[in-house]
């Protein structure tokens, strides 16, 4: 279970690792138009983290939440901050400092102790011009060679993407679903990607054997401010 946490972790990270690439390409094409949107982007309003209160975690900054049963643990505040490399012993101040000169941002992390399906949320802080110019499908279709790299080097196999339309919080949102197998064991991944203000938001639904990634999106619901 443990290396099963570490996979998604890190599979995740070269989910933004990919994005950050593209990004960066996107701002060599469009650099003029970022020096005259850099003012307003840099004033757009500031990450919240979420928060989670009997079996629920509710973000405000980024508009959604989610319901879990109890066979399902949350990663603590603690848990969260050391994927964030954040020292368990540091001051709110320098917290708050981190995470607003980070680039790539976990939110949430949770997992079924009974299936080891997970679920996390990740952010990466780009500018709102390059957030709004950002096309998702042509972004997940970048990240493939990445990611199937990433998985091979863990010695997946049988590695296989679609680019489809998922439904999240009532809404048609395109997603990545990838397949593949670990350790013989078939392993399904979807993603949906949600832009918020200068960030974009990475929701990641794991499981294995059989495909329920997209029950597990399912549990999210809108706050009505997305």
């Known amino acids: 279970i443990i290396m099963k946490k570490f996979l998604i972790v890190l599979l995740a990270m070269a989910l ?38 009997q079996q629920t975690y509710k973000n405000e900054f980024i508009g959604i939440g989610c319901t879990l049963d109890d066979d399902w643990t949350f990663y603590t505040d603690d848990q969260i901050a050391q994927l964030n490399g954040i020292a368990a012993d540091a001051m709110d101040e320098e917290v708050a400092e981190m995470i607003a000169n980070a680039t790539i941002i976990y939110d949430m992390f949770a997992e079924n102790t009974a299936t080891a399906e997970n679920v996390n949320i990740n952010l990466e802080k780009l500018t709102r011009t390059k957030v709004l110019m950002l096309d998702i499908e042509t972004m997940f279709k970048s990240q493939t060679p990445s990611l199937k790299s990433t998985y091979e080097n863990m010695g997946a196999t049988e590695f296989s993407y679609t680019i489809e339309k998922t439904s999240f919080t009532g809404k048609d949102q395109v997603s990545m679903k990838v397949k593949a197998k670990i350790n013989g064991v ?30 597990v999106l399912g549990k999210f619901f809108s706050l009505g401010n997305n």
Do not use: H, P, R
Request: glycine letters at 6%.
């Open 16 to 53: 933004t690792v990919s994005l950050a690439s593209c990004s960066k390409d996107e701002e060599n094409v469009t650099g003029s138009v970022e020096t005259s949107t850099q003012t307003s982007a840099e004033t757009d309003e500031a990450f919240e983290k979420g928060g989670v209160s």
């Open 186 to 215: 078939d392993m399904y991944q979807t993603m949906v990607a949600l832009k918020t203000g200068q960030y974009l938001t990475n929701i990641c639904a794991t499981s294995y054997q059989t495909d329920t990634t997209e029950e």
